[in-house]
DNA sequence: CGCCTGACGAAAC
DNA sequence: GGTTTCGCCAGGC
C-alpha cells in the first residue's frame, strides 16, 4: 500500500483563529517530518510555510504535541530563528534534543546550532512553495 | 468571560 | 549589537 501523504498544501491564509484548524497542528508536523537528517528549520519558516509567518508561536505550540503523535516528529530538529534550542527544556531529559542533533551530524554548542545558516531548512523553498 | 502564559519574531531602544 | 517590548493567537485557569 502506498505511503498516503497528505498533500501539504498551503491554505491562501491558512487562520488559526476563527476555526480550530487542528489542520494546522498536522501541517507542522507533516512539515516537520520533511527535515532531512542533519537539517536544521525554524519555527518561523514552518509557519511562513503555511501561511502563519506572524504566528510562530503557534508552530511552537503545534510542536507540543511533538512525540505524542505516530510517527514521533523531530521536533529536536526545529529550532528558533537564532538557532538556538529554545525547545529543549521540553525534552526529556533536556539534552536529549541536543544529543539528537550531534548524533545526525549538527553541532551543537552552548544550546545553539553550529553554522545554522547553513544547515537551515527552509520548507517553503525545499517543498517547492 | 477575562487574564496570563507560551518550544517565536521583529521592531524599538 | 545586546537587551527589552510588543504583537501574534490559542489554550489553560
Redesign the pocket.
Known amino acids: 500500500m502506498p505511503v498516503k501523504k497528505k498533500s501539504a498544501e498551503k491554505p491562501k491564509t491558512i487562520?488559526?483563529?476563527?476555526?480550530?484548524e487542528e489542520n494546522f497542528f498536522e501541517l507542522v508536523f507533516e512539515v516537520a517530518r520533511q527535515i532531512p537528517k542533519g537539517r536544521v528549520t525554524?519555527?518561523?519558516?514552518i509557519?511562513a510555510c503555511l501561511g502563519?509567518k506572524?504566528?510562530?508561536?503557534?508552530?511552537?505550540?503545534a510542536?507540543?504535541g511533538?512525540?505524542r503523535v505516530k510517527p514521533k516528529v523531530p521536533?529536536h530538529r526545529?529550532v528558533?530563528?537564532?538557532g538556538m534550542l529554545?525547545?529543549k527544556?521540553?525534552?526529556s531529559p533536556p539534552g536529549l534534543?541536543e544529543q539528537l542533533l550531534k548524533k545526525e551530524g549538527v553541532k551543537v554548542k552552548n544550546d545553539q546550532v553550529v553554522e545554522f545558516k547553513k544547515l537551515f531548512w527552509d520548507p517553503a523553498k525545499e517543498l517547492g512553495f
Open positions: 487562520r488559526p483563529s476563527g476555526k480550530r525554524s519555527y518561523g519558516a509557519a502563519a506572524s504566528s510562530a508561536r503557534m508552530v511552537g505550540w510542536m507540543n511533538a512525540g521536533a526545529v528558533n530563528r537564532n529554545t525547545g527544556h521540553h525534552f534534543m
